[in-house]
């Protein structure tokens, strides 16, 4: 007998029992770990999926931000009798970028890349699977998911990007270039032009399988900018009267100092996005700590590039010069954007410097050479995207032989392709406005209408009329 009262032939069938009944506690807990452990796998899935989704979208919209930048600083270069057609030009660009972008630029760039170029066919959107799991269908979820992002937030950031760089090219030739045929520029540059730089790069074309680095696009956005603003300036010619007949330069003062600085703190501000959001993805830790790299960086090289281009104004422009300065804080900026993402933040400094050092020597050779760039784009976005782009050897990962060949390539299809597109506007198209109108303004002679009418003395409507050549 046990000592429960009970026979040992019984006891031990209770204990088989008793071994069955842990057994199967111990499957339906290992059951239970599994439902609970690829729950919480699917929880993780799609907390990644809103992450990355919403990272795309807030940095972009700080990156479409950089477009009030652009107007502020362009607003504030140009003579008051110009800000509004500045003010026009830039939300007409930012406009057609998007749209541009959606209907063919985006599809050249990404769908279906071969070593060149994408696919010309048509629009932009969600996937199946998206549109199914917002009417409702949950099975299309897991299918969702997988892509990690929401395909349109991807097409958002992306877009923003093109427009950053039409207006590089507005601020160089303000003052002097129609505003039609401008846009029709503008029209091409970021329906065809940007999207095969892009293509080749981004893209997964002949240079990305180089291993090309350009982080955020110092010679993707901003050299590609930069080509497409010289050619304009070779092709539509300086303002009249810039340089006078023994080759010195007739000073054009700015308009606003206050919104030229607020035009630059807002591209800075906008940068953070530009840099941050290109790490594509904030799915855990090592994003977060890659993306406050990339954040630092940006923000010591563009302080590096103000302070040394405001140090050697004088031996190079002859004056402490305010635009100097600040110019060489975008150049700074640029200087980083192809290589941000690494820990040794003193190199963000040394990169920043140079950038800026090369900004202003830059502006003066424009000078020298007599084209007449506004606000100083080229310096700052070609020439500050040049030296970015093989800066990007020193410490973030670039190959030198790979990073020359990438800025050799781009500069010529960027140059070639839109000093061709401007000679063949030339042809069908005035590509700047009339001495008249150029004396009277933009803002009276084609808009009739002045950002300061209390500070300006608006012509009469039938002289106005006359100017224009109205019937």
């Not at 503008?186 to 065809?192: E, F, H, N, P, R």
Request: with cysteine; glycine share 14%.
């Amino acid at each position: 007998m046990s000592m429960h009262g009970f026979p040992t032939k019984v006891s031990g069938f209770g204990g088989h029992w008793s071994r069955l009944a842990a057994a199967g506690g111990l499957v339906a807990a290992l059951g239970f770990l599994w439902l609970a452990t690829a729950a919480h796998a699917a929880v993780d899935k799609e907390v990644q999926f809103v992450l990355n989704t919403f990272s795309f979208l807030i940095w972009g919209a700080l990156v479409m931000w950089m477009c009030a930048g652009f107007t502020m600083l362009e607003s504030g270069m140009v003579r008051t009798k110009n800000v509004s057609m500045i003010c026009l030009k830039n939300i007409g660009l930012y406009s057609i970028a998007g749209l541009m972008y959606f209907f063919i630029g985006y599809n050249l760039m990404y769908v279906d890349v071969g070593s060149f170029i994408g696919t010309f066919t048509g629009l932009y959107g969600p996937t199946a699977n998206e549109v199914a799991l917002l009417a409702g269908q949950e099975e299309a979820r897991e299918a969702v998911l997988k892509n990690n992002y929401a395909t349109m937030s991807d097409w958002f950031f992306q877009m923003v990007f093109v427009a950053t760089t039409a207006s590089i090219v507005s601020g160089t030739l303000a003052e002097r270039v129609k505003l039609w045929t401008f846009f029709v520029f503008i029209a091409i540059l970021t329906g065809i032009v940007y999207p095969i730089v892009g293509a080749w790069t981004w893209g997964a074309g002949w240079l990305g399988a180089l291993e090309f680095k350009d982080f955020a696009g110092s010679t993707i956005v901003h050299s590609t900018g930069g080509w497409a603003a010289l050619a304009g300036a070779l092709v539509v010619g300086p303002r009249r009267g810039k340089f006078r007949p023994d080759g010195s330069v007739k000073s054009t003062p700015p308009s606003n100092i206050p919104i030229v600085t607020l035009g630059i703190f807002i591209l800075w501000f906008g940068w953070f996005g530009f840099n941050g959001g290109s790490q594509l993805a904030l799915s855990g830790a090592a994003d977060a700590i890659a993306i406050s790299h990339i954040l630092v960086n940006t923000n010591l090289a563009g302080a590096a590039g103000f302070i040394v281009a405001l140090l050697i104004a004088r031996p190079i422009l002859g004056r402490i010069d305010l635009l100097a300065g600040l110019n060489g804080a975008l150049a700074g900026l640029v200087s980083i954007t192809a290589g941000p993402d690494f820990a040794t933040h003193i190199w963000a400094v040394i990169i920043g410097a140079i950038g800026g050092a090369i900004c202003v020597s830059g502006m003066r050779l424009l000078d020298l050479l007599k084209v007449d760039d506004v606000v100083g784009a080229v310096p700052v976005h070609l020439f500050a995207g040049i030296w970015g782009t093989l800066a990007t050897c020193i410490v973030a990962g670039g190959n030198f032989g790979v990073q020359l060949l990438g800025v050799v390539a781009v500069g010529v299809f960027a140059f070639a392709a839109s000093y061709g597109v401007w000679l063949g506007l030339r042809l069908f198209m005035e590509v700047r406005v009339s001495h008249a109108v150029e004396e009277l303004g933009q803002d009276a002679g084609e808009l009739g209408i002045e950002a300061y009418p209390e500070f300006m003395l608006m012509p009469d409507p039938d002289d106005v009329a006359a100017i224009r050549g109205d019937d």
